[in-house]
């Protein structure tokens, strides 16, 4: 589905991801760890087309395409959705015609008839449930005026209406309370198929005690410096960062 | 004593020379006002960018034109010009003269409307080359008379229409609402085609105590087109006066719009949107003198400028010594969609009051990358991301027309020109 070859990407003049691979295969769950400044939402912005960065070497496929040929817009339609660690507010735009017109461009590419607005409706009522979200917040402008948690469930609300086939989660699990990740981590796992795969990006074991990976990757200093089964998270939590560093130091002096 | 022989032409005498020997609407009731009007054309001219009511606002191109004051006779078709579902009564100028064939009212409802010979007395006080022109060279008056007490439901649609290249129009319309009375007026300004003409209309309006008046002026000439619009309103006391300017289209637009608040406990609110482009031109200059206690003026003007359009915003406030307990709020907001595209801001307030709530502010920014780049990662384009955005920052001031039908038509002029989120 998605295949990273030795990505190197900087913003400005700060080279931030040095040479990072990764191979995600349909259906599969990966968690990207590390420490703070690791690049971890640099390689989730890289992944969505957020301008500012710059890939100097390295290429990303995704299903058989150059997605860094692609504009954000294109990559969304094709299928890559990214659920913002700070999903931002919108005042003035509602929820519904934004989420209406995102749905409307995904089915378009897609060659299907646009859904009517009963169906739409109905598929609103369907999707908000997955997470909780209430039906009022679905009516006001995007983000504006919810708190923390909501903006999340908001991500993963606009994720199930979507239907991406590779969702990246850019530490969705910050700032949440129990409540909240386990309301969002429902919703995620709802949306778990054999055809769509995720990429889980956070800093805490926490969240993967409920949306379980199947691999669970290390990223620091712009690099992927360990990966293991679902086992690995659990060990990084008791042990912290600081052995990965030193084994990585270790490695590269 | 002879008279000394003036051998240089004034600017304003030689703009006049092609009409100059048409008769002024106003001659037969207010032959004084003619005079005046003439009298000032002798000494004024047209201003230049070093006044600073005009720094940013070249008039040269409307004084080196022959234009001409044309009554014409053809047809004109008015059907696209009807706001659907407004169910207004229906007065129809082209260029400037008013229409009782293409009009669609009755006086015998609760209000009056009457044109030309009547003693409701104009009285602007000729301060620059426009107003005096207008006097001096009327087209049509019109004025509009409701009568104490009387609530009309049902809003009047002035409808001034341009039908004729080099076109001059200089309507004056005069609003008089009495004690407790209530009026909605709906003002549009169209041109059949994208043809130069000149539309320099008066407004007179005295709201008197208790009475609400209400106005949209709808503004959607064409790239070639020129309009002034003086709009004059006194408002007494306990009055309220809602003014919506809504710029859709014009090549050069300038609204002068001075409101006085003549009484205590008196609410103005002042809401205007323009969105020009291409080399389009768009000047909203506003007074509000408060001048006694207790009273609100709210006033909210958001502007969205591509290409090379530039616009203008003036706002000025007074609070003056006896205006205690004030509540005067001004604000201006633009975005601008292009390099080129340019805005002059400057909101003014002065304040010889101490117990008063004022503020005023402006912003001028481009759209917020941030927001875009979240609708684009969720499929939207480029360009409907960019107009979601829009459609989402003029709303707020379009929301605030409290006429759905003017609302749903603004909507769709807009929409229809690109320049909104369907």
């Given at each position: 589905?998605?295949?990273?070859?030795?990505?190197?990407?900087r913003?400005?003049?700060?080279?931030?991801?040095?040479?990072?691979?990764?191979?995600?295969?349909?259906?599969?769950?990966?968690?990207?760890?590390?420490?703070?400044?690791?690049?971890?939402?640099?390689?989730?912005?890289?992944?969505?087309?957020?301008?500012?960065?710059?890939?100097?070497?390295?290429?990303?496929?995704?299903?058989?395409?150059?997605?860094?040929?692609?504009?954000?817009?294109?990559?969304?339609?094709?299928?890559?959705?990214?659920?913002?660690?700070?999903?931002?507010?919108?005042?003035?735009?509602?929820?519904?015609?934004?989420?209406?017109?995102?749905?409307?461009?995904?089915?378009?590419?897609?060659?299907?008839?646009?859904?009517?607005?009963?169906e739409?409706?109905?598929?609103?009522?369907?999707?908000?449930?997955?997470?909780?979200?209430?039906?009022?917040?679905?009516?006001?402008?995007?983000?504006?005026?919810?708190?923390?948690?909501?903006?999340?469930?908001?991500?993963?609300?606009?994720?199930?209406?979507?239907?991406?086939?590779?969702?990246?989660?850019?530490e969705?699990?910050?700032?949440?309370?129990?409540?909240?990740?386990?309301?969002?981590?429902?919703?995620?796992?709802?949306?778990?198929?054999?055809?769509?795969?995720?990429?889980?990006?956070?800093?805490?074991?926490?969240?993967?005690?409920?949306?379980?990976?199947d691999?669970?990757?290390?990223?620091?200093?712009?690099?992927?410096?360990?990966?293991?089964?679902?086992?690995?998270?659990?060990?990084?939590?008791?042990?912290?960062?600081?052995?990965?560093?030193?084994?990585?130091?270790?490695a590269?002096? | 004593?002879?008279?000394?022989?003036?051998?240089?032409?004034?600017?304003?005498?030689?703009?006049?020379?092609?009409?100059?020997?048409?008769?002024?609407?106003?001659?037969?009731?207010?032959?004084?006002?003619?005079?005046?009007?003439?009298?000032?054309?002798?000494?004024?001219?047209?201003?230049?960018?070093?006044?600073?009511?005009?720094?940013?606002?070249?008039?040269?191109?409307i004084?080196?034109?022959?234009w001409?004051?044309?009554?014409?006779?053809?047809?004109?078709?008015?059907?696209?010009?009807?706001?659907?579902?407004?169910?207004?009564?229906?007065?129809v100028?082209?260029?400037?003269?008013l229409?009782?064939?293409?009009?669609?009212?009755?006086?015998?409802?609760?209000?009056?409307?009457?044109?030309?010979?009547?003693?409701?007395?104009?009285?602007?006080?000729?301060?620059?080359?426009?107003?005096?022109?207008?006097?001096a060279?009327?087209?049509?008056?019109?004025?509009?008379?409701?009568?104490?007490n009387?609530?009309?439901?049902?809003?009047l649609?002035?409808?001034?229409?341009?039908?004729?290249?080099?076109?001059?129009?200089?309507?004056?319309?005069?609003?008089?609402?009495?004690?407790?009375?209530?009026?909605?007026?709906?003002?549009?300004?169209?041109c059949?085609?994208?043809?130069?003409?000149?539309?320099?209309?008066?407004?007179?309006?005295?709201?008197?105590?208790?009475?609400?008046?209400?106005?949209?002026?709808?503004?959607?000439?064409?790239?070639?087109?020129?309009?002034?619009?003086?709009?004059?309103?006194?408002?007494?006391?306990?009055?309220?006066?809602?003014?919506?300017?809504?710029?859709?289209?014009?090549?050069?637009?300038?609204?002068?719009?001075?409101?006085?608040?003549?009484?205590?406990?008196?609410?103005?609110?002042?809401?205007?949107?323009?969105?020009?482009?291409?080399?389009?031109?768009?000047?909203?200059?506003?007074?509000?003198?408060?001048?006694?206690?207790?009273?609100?003026?709210?006033?909210?003007?958001?502007?969205?400028?591509?290409?090379?359009?530039?616009?203008?915003?003036?706002?000025k406030?007074?609070?003056?010594?006896?205006?205690?307990?004030?509540?005067?709020?001004?604000?201006?907001?633009?975005?601008?969609?292009?390099?080129?595209?340019?805005m002059?801001?400057?909101?003014?307030?002065?304040?010889?009051?101490?117990?008063?709530?004022?503020?005023?502010?402006?912003?001028?920014?481009?759209?917020?990358?941030?927001?875009?780049?979240?609708?684009?990662?969720?499929?939207?384009?480029?360009?409907?991301?960019?107009?979601?955005?829009?459609?989402?920052?003029?709303?707020?001031?379009?929301?605030?027309?409290?006429?759905?039908?003017?609302?749903?038509?603004?909507?769709?002029?807009?929409?229809?020109?690109?320049?909104?989120?369907?």
């Amino acid at each position: 589905m998605l295949s990273i070859k030795n990505i190197h990407a900087r913003i400005e003049e700060k080279e931030i991801l040095r040479g990072l691979s990764l191979d995600i295969k349909p259906g599969e769950v990966h968690a990207i760890m590390g420490p703070n400044g690791s690049g971890k939402s640099t390689l989730a912005s890289v992944l969505a087309g957020k301008e500012e960065y710059e890939v100097t070497e390295g290429s990303v496929q995704f299903l058989q395409k150059d997605l860094l040929e692609m504009a954000p817009e294109e990559r969304a339609r094709e299928g890559v959705f990214l659920a913002f660690q700070y999903p931002v507010e919108i005042p003035g735009v509602s929820n519904m015609n934004f989420l209406k017109a995102a749905v409307g461009e995904i089915r378009k590419h897609q060659g299907l008839e646009p859904l009517s607005a009963k169906e739409f409706l109905k598929l609103v009522a369907e999707k908000s449930k997955l997470v909780e979200l209430d039906g009022q917040l679905t009516n006001r402008a995007v983000n504006e005026g919810f708190s923390g948690g909501e903006k999340k469930r908001n991500e993963i609300f606009q994720m199930a209406m979507l239907e991406p086939k590779l969702a990246i989660l850019d530490e969705t699990d910050s700032g949440l309370d129990i409540d909240a990740l386990r309301i969002v981590a429902n919703g995620v796992n709802a949306l778990r198929s054999p055809d769509r795969s995720f990429l889980v990006i956070t800093h805490y074991q926490r969240l993967l005690d409920y949306i379980v990976p199947d691999f669970v990757h290390v990223l620091y200093k712009g690099r992927i410096v360990k990966s293991g089964p679902k086992e690995l998270a659990l060990e990084l939590e008791e042990k912290g960062y600081d052995w990965i560093k030193e084994e990585f130091e270790t490695a590269y002096s | 004593m002879e008279a000394t022989l003036n051998t240089t032409v004034s600017a304003a005498e030689k703009f006049i020379s092609s009409f100059s020997n048409f008769k002024s609407a106003l001659l037969q009731s207010q032959p004084a006002m003619v005079e005046r009007a003439l009298a000032a054309l002798h000494t004024q001219d047209f201003p230049t960018t070093r006044v600073e009511d005009w720094k940013y606002t070249r008039t040269a191109r409307i004084a080196h034109e022959n234009w001409s004051i044309i009554n014409a006779a053809a047809k004109v078709d008015i059907t696209p010009y009807v706001i659907p579902g407004l169910n207004a009564e229906l007065i129809v100028f082209v260029n400037g003269f008013l229409r009782d064939d293409l009009s669609a009212y009755s006086n015998a409802l609760d209000v009056s409307i009457k044109a030309d010979k009547t003693h409701e007395a104009i009285d602007f006080p000729c301060a620059n080359i426009f107003q005096s022109l207008n006097a001096a060279y009327s087209t049509s008056v019109l004025h509009i008379h409701i009568a104490k007490n009387k609530v009309r439901t049902a809003p009047l649609h002035i409808l001034h229409i341009m039908a004729d290249e080099m076109a001059m129009a200089q309507p004056i319309i005069t609003i008089h609402a009495e004690k407790s009375a209530e009026l909605e007026v709906v003002e549009s300004f169209v041109c059949v085609k994208d043809q130069k003409s000149f539309c320099n209309r008066l407004l007179n309006v005295h709201v008197d105590e208790n009475a609400i008046v209400s106005l949209h002026k709808i503004q959607a000439e064409g790239d070639h087109s020129f309009m002034m619009n003086e709009d004059s309103i006194h408002i007494e006391k306990n009055g309220r006066f809602n003014i919506n300017t809504l710029t859709i289209d014009g090549g050069w637009v300038r609204n002068n719009l001075n409101i006085s608040l003549d009484g205590e406990n008196i609410e103005t609110h002042l809401n205007g949107i323009f969105l020009p482009r291409r080399k389009q031109f768009v000047d909203n200059h506003s007074k509000v003198d408060h001048r006694f206690p207790n009273c609100n003026s709210n006033e909210l003007y958001k502007g969205i400028l591509n290409d090379n359009s530039v616009g203008v915003f003036n706002g000025k406030v007074y609070v003056q010594p006896d205006a205690q307990k004030t509540n005067a709020f001004q604000s201006n907001k633009n975005v601008l969609l292009s390099n080129e595209a340019q805005m002059n801001t400057k909101p003014e307030l002065e304040i010889y009051a101490d117990d008063v709530k004022c503020s005023h502010g402006t912003t001028t920014g481009q759209m917020d990358d941030s927001a875009l780049f979240y609708l684009k990662s969720r499929g939207l384009s480029d360009e409907s991301a960019r107009k979601l955005l829009s459609t989402a920052f003029v709303n707020d001031v379009i929301s605030k027309v409290d006429n759905e039908a003017v609302r749903e038509y603004v909507i769709t002029e807009l929409v229809k020109r690109d320049l909104l989120f369907v």
